[in-house]
């Protein structure tokens, strides 16, 4: 096994260039499970913790672009007012030792349709940048999952950043999991609450091949709102909206029997989180509204 | 390959490392440094809890060449032989320890949680330490140590 | 050539004082030697070579390509075991490395020593194993109608119990029935399966182990290795937990193997994946019941039907069964009782012995027909249980009177009687105090909360007439001026507390302050196993007991020395005892210190004690005086469901036990804490998912422990009611807390969600009706 170890980020490019199968560390939360438990012996891994760009935050034009390396407890602490749905989920990430050196970075890299920080980025239109030798691109994270741990990565690239809106408007995160702590999703939820686009936004993690977002259900429940004149004049949904935009979410998951629960289960329990997520977030935006 | 840190204020070297050791392995088994623990060796249990670079981390889950050239701070950093930590003392008071396996571990955490919360509430404590997984006192005599611990500490 | 090992303990202290540990301090700075932790010059790292599946034909092994790999010393197979190719505890059915045939998924096929562990590993991916794959047997129903196939000579029914006790046709006004699942719990002690092998000039070899039984491994290990038990020398190293995964062989005759072949020392250290097919782990359990209650709520009859799957080989199965069998009603009067039980064998992974010992499983099912028939005769679920509880004479289903304290009534009074935990706050949302926790699942909705009741026993002690004793030797000499007590046993100190326990007593009995207990190992005689909560009994016993002879010793001399310088005339003795390293007078008088008196004698004895003698169940009716000590526990639980999501809380537990004597206060709090928890794992979470004989989870990320936020406090009320039969009339405290802990929280998620809940753990999905 070879150990590469850049300092600089055209380094980091160009070591990728070189050896496109080299596995991408950083925390080593995912990668270490795999190499300790004799899963994986990749011919190389390439560290990615000396590259000091990867650990910078900050605005890009309207968007906030967040270096790949920022670890979880930072994001709690640092972001947490810009990205409540995003902290929510990385509140739910392992312990605190997990968070401390886990990063979103490393999340959309192995790509698990488990991992908590797929569904508040989709339910606010995240974007992943990309990077290798021959130059830059940005991607919607909703064409960025492609399949099971698998992703729209070429060989050559590296994940350098992801780029997210700050929230404008209450944003939600919820997981279910068998344990009240350090639990991996059974399946999980997010909701954002865009006022000023007038959008509410979901995200799906652990009940279908990729995190996915229920797009019947936003348009719904987007149309709901709009209807009644709900963003103008705040009010309570009805319950019988609610059950349907549940319903909705359910129906745009497509999980699995497996280890940590049943696919009846996950569709239920997605419906339960969806109404009980936008109910919350739904009356923050409303006390906010009249306030 | 050879690795260099420094680890409990020392600087030490372990020659000839396999690129794919852990930091767990290269403490124990390279530099002689036991007291972090291999329980799980997939960061579910935190019994190898150490400080790298003064963050709390599982040393399982550190790739050896990820820590050339940082600060390693193991259980055995934390007080000495001569004279126990007050985290450790209380620890050692309460009936916090039966097997033992996790209190490396948990020391370590505890230290880091007084460190940045000083008076902890149980339900802080509880959450603080959700990363370390003890098979034997069911934890009540933990979160009973932390809290002497942190009343001798801010006293 | 020796590793590091833990010094010996020094302690200070008496019975019935919450000594602190003497392993306590080193433990807190991780200097404290556990078994994964020795290392020695020169060391090789041993690794297995595992089945990868649950049944098939073994055709050929080569290991031609392994053994030319860089680093490798040795690669080892079945032909290469030296002695008896098979071992067990009861039934010498499992084979060192599988022969012609791997009987379940994770069998130990082939071994390999290196230089680097992952040398060894490469090694073990290279052995080249032809297997012709078979259909396995993983229906314990099928195997108990006798498959096929066949899995070992004697058929696949390990062990079958018949229990008749009064009228096989009786009649009742209210009966329930009910049939119930427990899954398969793992012990899961933190600290992996681990030892180093040293071999000698001589052909023998060190063993430096972490065990609950040093001598039954050792005896099974001089079989395997064909040597005689003095070349076998084992010596205990620090252990990180046991819970029943320690009592079979492990990775002990592999690592000697190889050290023998390799004439190098050879360490062995499981990794958690490797654990979970590197021990036996608590028998899956279905069972079917009928409980006959008069309208006045006394127990008519029980009829059980209970089926252990015990996996592939038989372990400790046997004595499983029985203990299923024998306690299948719960601690109530009943007299007529019908029980029928079954171990079997299947291609599932072993199981054997885990903390509570086939009392756990059956507690889940006579104490939910308890609530049933509470429920059909509309009556309080204590007051039926109060109304049925056994008292001291009462007879058990197998005949034996109980003699002693048996306070089940009280234990109930007394939980029904503590104060209820206060609703959670609404006002302030804290989401670790909700079902789901931090995960941010509900903020109130849907949460319910239940309170639920559970009560069980156990024995204490090995049953049916296994000859139980333990050794110690106990040495009084004079060091720096002071009397010292040197304490040597081979009982395994497994987290509980033994170390300190044989000081106590020591420093009871002689009366001296300096009390060091020595390491464990092969060198003094049996101490039994760290297991059926018994050490405290019968190791606690022998310290006592060797120490009463040495202290005849020390006061026979005392009388001659005293005689002689005429201070007392013959036979003047009386009353004279050990207290504050001194000879006191029945005043409380020194009468002569005891560094003065030995000088430099040394007083050196050593005595094996054993408890009351029992008997084998009758095979046709299971009547038998099978057990010598009785353990009692109740619990109440309090949890708060999410009904819509089936997710739990539990708020609190309250637990009554009766512990006899409480030789460390602190000890046994923290074995009703620490019981409880791994008993709410069983109830709510912990569970190796087996399917088609592999085990889907084998990790801490899918077999998920109780977290600091899903165990609760624990309420205790601890009483000391004294068995007259036991040394200083304690009762063995580990199990108990185990046994009634789930099932009361798994009554309160009843209560809660009202939802039946027959299988445990008990999954959202159970909770939730999501058909």
């Known amino acids: ?291 | 390959m050879r690795l260099s840190c420094a680890v409990n204020g020392r600087s030490l070297v372990a020659e000839e490392v396999w690129e794919g050791e852990s930091l767990l392995y290269v403490l124990r088994e390279r530099m002689g440094l036991f007291g972090s623990k291999n329980a799980c060796e997939q960061g579910e249990c935190g019994s190898c809890s150490v400080y790298l670079d003064g963050a709390l981390v599982c040393a399982c889950l550190v790739l050896a060449g990820q820590a050339e050239g940082r600060a390693v701070v193991t259980v055995e950093g934390i007080g000495s032989a001569e004279s126990l930590h007050p985290v450790q003392q209380a620890f050692a008071e309460a009936g916090a320890v039966q097997c033992g396996f996790c209190t490396p571990g948990l020391i370590v955490a505890t230290h880091d949680l007084l460190s940045r919360v000083p008076d902890p509430t149980t339900i802080q404590i509880r959450e603080a330490l959700a990363g370390n997984i003890c098979r034997c006192t069911g934890y009540a005599k933990i979160i009973e140590a932390v809290h002497v611990a942190a009343a001798r500490m801010t006293r | 050539m020796r590793p590091r090992l833990a010094p010996p303990s020094a302690v200070s202290g008496r019975v019935g004082q919450a000594v602190r540990r003497p392993d306590a301090a080193i433990k807190t700075r991780g200097d404290f030697p556990y078994s994964s932790d020795l290392q020695v010059e020169g060391m090789l790292w041993g690794a297995t070579v595992r089945s990868p599946h649950p049944y098939a034909r073994i055709i050929s092994i080569d290991a031609t390509e392994a053994r030319s790999m860089p680093g490798v010393h040795a690669v080892l197979t079945h032909k290469d075991v030296p002695g008896r190719k098979v071992y067990g505890l009861e039934i010498p059915d499992q084979p060192v490395l599988a022969m012609d045939v791997a009987r379940y998924w994770g069998e130990a096929v082939a071994l390999v020593a290196a230089d680097h562990p992952e040398q060894a590993r490469r090694a073990a991916h290279a052995v080249r194993v032809e297997y012709e794959v078979l259909t396995p047997l993983t229906d314990p129903e099928l195997a108990l109608t006798g498959g096929p196939p066949r899995l070992h000579p004697d058929g696949n029914i390990t062990r079958a119990i018949k229990i008749r006790r009064g009228d096989q046709e009786p009649r009742a006004d209210v009966i329930v029935t009910g049939e119930y699942e427990v899954g398969m719990q793992d012990q899961a002690p933190l600290g992996p399966e681990s030892g180093l092998a040293i071999p000698d000039a001589d052909g023998g070899v060190d063993l430096y182990i972490a065990t609950q039984w040093l001598h039954v491994d050792r005896d099974q290990l001089a079989g395997c290795l064909g040597l005689p038990h003095e070349k076998v020398r084992l010596i205990m190293a620090g252990i990180g937990g046991a819970f029943g995964a320690r009592e079979d062989l492990s990775m002990q005759a592999h690592a000697c193997m190889l050290a023998l072949r390799t004439g190098r020392p050879v360490k062995m250290s499981y990794s958690r994946a490797e654990s979970f097919v590197g021990h036996v782990h608590r028998h899956p359990a279905r069972m079917r019941y009928e409980h006959g209650a008069t309208r006045e709520g006394k127990l008519v009859y029980v009829k059980a039907r209970i089926l252990l799957d015990g996996g592939a080989y038989a372990s400790s199965s046997t004595a499983v069964i029985s203990n299923a069998c024998c306690f299948a009603v719960g601690p109530y009067e009943c007299p007529n009782a019908t029980i029928d039980g079954w171990v079997v064998y299947t291609n599932n992974p072993p199981c054997g012995a885990m903390r509570g010992f086939g009392s756990v499983q059956n507690c889940y099912a006579h104490e939910a027909q308890m609530d049933k028939l509470a429920a059909a005769l509309q009556m309080d679920p204590v007051e039926l249980r109060i109304r049925n509880a056994m008292t001291t004479g009462s007879t058990l289903i197998t005949g034996q009177a109980v003699d002693g304290p048996v306070p089940v009534a009280e234990l109930l009074r007394r939980i029904a009687a503590m104060s209820l935990p206060g609703a959670v706050s609404r006002d302030h949302l804290d989401l670790t105090q909700m079902p789901g926790g931090v995960s941010n699942t509900t903020h109130g909705e849907g949460v319910r909360r239940g309170i639920g009741y559970a009560v069980g026993f156990k024995n204490v002690g090995y049953s049916e007439g296994f000859d139980d004793y333990s050794t110690a030797r106990v040495r009084l000499s004079v060091a720096r001026g002071r009397p010292r007590v040197e304490v040597h046993t081979a009982g395994a100190e497994v987290g509980q507390g033994l170390v300190m326990v044989q000081a106590q007593i020591a420093g009871t009995e002689l009366g001296v302050h300096d009390v060091v207990v020595l390491g464990a190992d092969t060198e003094v005689g049996s101490s039994g196993s760290s297991s059926a909560s018994r050490q405290t009994y019968i190791t606690g016993g022998a310290v006592k007991a060797a120490c009463e002879a040495v202290r005849e010793r020390v006061l026979a001399l005392a009388e001659s020395e005293l005689a002689e310088l005429g201070r007392i005339g013959a036979g003047d003795s009386a009353g004279m005892r050990l207290e504050g390293d001194a000879i006191v007078a029945a005043d409380g008088d020194v009468i002569l210190p005891l560094a003065t008196l030995l000088g430099e004698e040394v007083i050196d004895e050593t005595r094996e004690f054993r408890p009351r003698r029992t008997t084998r169940l009758d095979p046709e009716t299971g009547q038998a005086n099978a057990h010598m000590q009785f353990a009692f526990a109740a619990h109440r639980a309090v949890v708060d469901v999410d009904t819509e999501l089936g997710l739990v809380k539990v708020v609190e537990l309250a637990t009554a036990q009766d512990v006899g004597k409480a030789i460390n206060p602190q000890a046994v709090e923290g074995q009703l804490e620490g019981g409880a928890a791994q008993g709410l794992g069983l109830a709510v979470m912990e569970e190796i998912q087996v399917k088609d004989g592999v085990i889907r989870n084998p990790s801490f990320t899918d077999y998920l422990l109780p977290t600091t936020l899903d165990m609760p406090p624990v309420r205790m009320d601890i009483l000391e009611l004294g068995d007259p039969n036991s040394p200083y009339g304690l009762k063995g405290v580990g199990e108990p807390p185990t046994i009634s802990s789930g099932p009361a929280i798994v009554a309160a998620i009843r209560a809660a969600s009202g939802r039946p809940l027959a299988r445990v753990p008990v999954r959202p999905h159970d909770i939730v009706d999501t058909e």
């Open chain 1, 1 to 291: 096994m070879e150990f590469l170890q850049p300092s600089s980020w055209p380094e980091a490019l160009a070591m990728k260039a070189a050896h496109p199968d080299a596995l991408p560390i950083a925390g080593g939360t995912d990668v270490m499970v795999e190499i300790n438990f004799d899963r994986q012996r990749p011919a190389s891994v390439l560290d990615l913790t000396r590259v000091a760009a990867l650990d910078e935050w900050g605005m890009d034009g309207a968007l906030l672009r967040i270096g790949a390396g920022v670890t979880y407890t930072r994001i709690i602490g640092e972001l947490g007012d810009r990205l409540p749905g995003l902290a929510m989920a990385s509140r739910t990430v392992g312990s605190p030792q997990i968070r401390n050196r886990g990063t979103v970075g490393g999340n959309l890299g192995s790509a698990s349709p488990a991992g908590d920080a797929h569904p508040p980025l989709l339910a606010s239109d995240g974007l992943v940048e990309l990077a290798s030798e021959n130059g830059i691109r940005r991607l919607p994270l909703r064409e960025f999952y492609t399949g099971p741990k698998r992703n729209a990565m070429r060989k050559d690239e590296l994940i350098a950043a992801f780029l997210v809106r700050p929230a404008d408007g209450p944003q939600q995160f919820s997981k279910v999991g068998t344990r009240n702590a350090m639990v991996i999703a059974v399946c999980s939820f997010a909701i954002a609450i865009d006022s000023g686009r007038r959008h509410i936004g979901t995200g799906i993690g652990s009940a279908a091949p990729t995190p996915v977002t229920a797009g019947d259900a936003e348009k719904f429940i987007d149309g709901v709102l709009d209807e009644a004149g709900l963003w103008e004049k705040p009010a309570e949904v009805v319950p019988s909206a609610l059950v349907r935009f549940g319903e909705l979410v359910a129906a745009a998951a497509r999980p699995i029997d497996d280890v940590r629960g049943t696919a009846a289960y996950r569709k239920h329990a997605l419906a339960v989180l969806a109404r009980r997520t936008f109910t919350w977030a739904w009356d923050e935006y409303r006390m906010t509204a009249s306030a």
